[in-house]
């Protein structure tokens, strides 16, 4: 070997070809191959969206998610392992899926900071009532669901390793009532209603809903071999919540996104340590703040950063979770089954309490096809039941599809309505 490198250097001095054998073959550098993995996952998505104008029925942030389920193993890796086995190495996945936690955690962080608990109490009757029904009655529907795949197909194909059927049960059901609180935000932006008092009231409604989603899945990931730590977190976070609130208060505004985001991290690893998950501990971390001292412009723009330069890494990784080994027939089986559940729910809920309430013609439909948008907050929502091992990945990959579905058809049957109802957007309740 030695003589062989002597022989190729002698070659190179006298100008000769510099010849490797294949066997010598040195890969690139980690650093190069993420480049690359980053000009995929930018690049694609948004040629697809501008070039295709998609803006309508699949806003950039939908391409985007469907842009990672293409670009995993199930397709495109299938389709072309070299590239896949090429660009995306353990260790470029293990940088990626670390940027996608940071990702995570700031955009759920904000949903939590954006919620308005005090108009929802202003006005806690009509608004109780909706998001009570906005949310049970799709999380009623949707566990059902659950009990159709169960009851029909083997259950291994769902349920994880570490899972229980009620845990299988009540995720599901939980995942088909979620909304999506900051994607609604940046749909009503596109409708130009997200100001007007309509807005308000699905954002009230969707609030509400933001949080039971979230106790929910406490309850869901509960551990009783840990519910000390569990219990200790939550105590310790109600006492911090007291000291952190003042302290944020105090400080100069310029100070106060570095203290946030150190109180972000901290929830987040104390809730992971607990046995939560981290992403409970960052919804927490924003619930707990008054969106008052960041600014509301401010935050737009911050959550507008998270969504360009940070979230199509987490679209990525999670496209790197689907998986097709149940059969592609069976799995969008399955997500059709579980869009129905969302959809008839949704709407079955918010008609109802529509009838009650005494809604005007059509108001039921357009705010019930609103707070279908769920995108971004299922799909983390699933995550986490993926990561505890209750849901199966061919679970993971129905569950995917359907959100990706439901929030494509928000905005199409939503725009039309608007037009005709120019009335609704200055009814605040």
Same mark, same amino acid.
């Given at each position: 070997?030695?003589?062989?490198?002597?022989?190729?250097?002698?070659?190179?001095?006298?100008?000769?070809?510099?010849?490797?054998?294949?066997?010598?073959?040195?890969?690139?550098?980690?650093?190069?191959? =993420?480049?690359?993995?980053?000009?995929?996952?930018?690049?694609?998505?948004?040629?697809?969206?501008?070039?295709?104008?998609?803006?309508?029925?699949?806003?950039?942030?939908?391409?985007?998610? *469907?842009?990672?389920?293409?670009?995993?193993?199930? *397709?495109?890796?299938?389709?072309?392992?070299?590239?896949?086995?090429?660009?995306?190495?353990?260790?470029?996945?293990?940088?990626?899926?670390?940027?996608?936690?940071?990702?995570?955690?700031?955009?759920?962080?904000?949903?939590?900071?954006?919620?308005?608990?005090?108009?929802?109490?202003?006005?806690?009757?009509?608004?109780?009532?909706?998001?009570?029904?906005?949310?049970?009655?799709?999380?009623?529907?949707?566990?059902?669901?659950?009990?159709?795949?169960?009851?029909?197909?083997?259950?291994?194909?769902?349920?994880?390793?570490?899972?229980?059927?009620?845990?299988?049960?009540?995720?599901?059901?939980?995942?088909?009532?979620?909304?999506?609180?900051?994607?609604?935000?940046?749909?009503?932006?596109?409708?130009?209603?997200?100001?007007?008092?309509?807005?308000?009231?699905?954002?009230?409604?969707?609030?509400?809903?933001?949080?039971?989603?979230?106790?929910?899945?406490?309850?869901?990931?509960?551990?009783?071999?840990?519910?000390?730590?569990?219990?200790?977190?939550?105590?310790?976070?109600?006492?911090?919540?007291?000291?952190?609130?003042?302290?944020?208060?105090?400080?100069?505004?310029?100070?106060?996104?570095?203290?946030?985001?150190?109180?972000?991290?901290?929830?987040?690893?104390?809730?992971?340590?607990?046995?939560?998950?981290?992403?409970?501990?960052?919804?927490?971390?924003?619930?707990?703040?008054?969106?008052?001292?960041?600014?509301?412009?401010?935050?737009?723009?911050?959550?507008?950063? *998270?969504?360009?330069? =940070?979230?199509?890494?987490?679209?990525?990784?999670?496209?790197?979770?689907?998986?097709?080994?149940?059969?592609?027939?069976?799995?969008?089986?399955?997500?059709?089954?579980?869009?129905?559940?969302?959809?008839?729910?949704?709407?079955?809920?918010?008609?109802?309490?529509?009838?009650?309430?005494?809604?005007? @013609?059509?108001?039921?439909?357009?705010?019930?096809?609103?707070?279908?948008?769920?995108?971004?907050?299922?799909?983390? =929502?699933?995550?986490?039941?993926?990561?505890?091992?209750?849901?199966?990945?061919?679970?993971?990959?129905?569950?995917?599809?359907?959100?990706?579905?439901?929030?494509?058809?928000?905005?199409?049957? *939503?725009?039309?309505?608007?037009?005709?109802?120019?009335?609704? @957007?200055?009814?605040?309740?």
């Amino acid at each position: 070997m030695a003589r062989c490198g002597q022989i190729h250097l002698r070659a190179w001095l006298r100008g000769g070809p510099l010849l490797i054998p294949a066997a010598m073959h040195i890969a690139p550098p980690a650093s190069e191959l =993420f480049l690359l993995a980053l000009i995929v996952i930018f690049a694609l998505p948004w040629a697809v969206w501008r070039l295709g104008h998609t803006d309508y029925w699949a806003p950039l942030v939908v391409v985007q998610i *469907v842009g990672g389920i293409l670009l995993g193993p199930g *397709v495109l890796g299938a389709m072309f392992p070299a590239y896949y086995t090429t660009i995306f190495t353990p260790q470029v996945i293990g940088s990626l899926n670390g940027i996608a936690w940071w990702a995570v955690m700031l955009f759920v962080f904000v949903a939590g900071l954006e919620l308005d608990l005090r108009q929802a109490w202003k006005w806690r009757g009509e608004t109780g009532l909706t998001a009570g029904l906005a949310l049970g009655v799709p999380l009623l529907l949707g566990a059902g669901a659950a009990l159709i795949l169960l009851e029909f197909s083997d259950r291994a194909l769902w349920i994880g390793p570490d899972g229980r059927e009620w845990q299988f049960v009540a995720g599901t059901g939980m995942a088909c009532a979620v909304t999506a609180l900051p994607i609604l935000v940046l749909f009503m932006q596109k409708l130009e209603i997200l100001r007007t008092p309509l807005g308000q009231r699905i954002l009230r409604y969707a609030s509400l809903d933001d949080v039971a989603i979230w106790g929910v899945l406490a309850l869901i990931l509960l551990d009783w071999e840990r519910v000390t730590r569990q219990l200790g977190f939550l105590i310790g976070f109600a006492l911090a919540v007291v000291l952190v609130r003042k302290f944020i208060a105090a400080i100069p505004a310029r100070d106060r996104w570095y203290v946030a985001l150190v109180w972000l991290a901290a929830c987040g690893y104390l809730a992971d340590w607990s046995g939560l998950h981290f992403m409970v501990g960052a919804f927490l971390a924003g619930a707990a703040l008054d969106a008052d001292w960041f600014g509301i412009e401010e935050i737009d723009r911050f959550r507008d950063t *998270v969504l360009l330069a =940070f979230m199509p890494v987490f679209f990525l990784s999670t496209g790197l979770r689907t998986s097709w080994e149940m059969g592609g027939y069976a799995a969008f089986a399955a997500a059709a089954l579980l869009l129905a559940a969302m959809i008839a729910g949704k709407l079955a809920g918010i008609g109802l309490a529509g009838k009650l309430l005494g809604w005007g @013609k059509g108001e039921a439909w357009t705010i019930g096809w609103l707070l279908q948008t769920k995108a971004l907050i299922m799909i983390i =929502f699933v995550n986490v039941l993926f990561d505890k091992q209750i849901v199966t990945s061919g679970a993971f990959t129905a569950l995917l599809l359907a959100a990706v579905g439901s929030t494509m058809l928000s905005i199409p049957m *939503v725009a039309p309505r608007l037009k005709d109802l120019a009335a609704l @957007k200055t009814k605040a309740g």
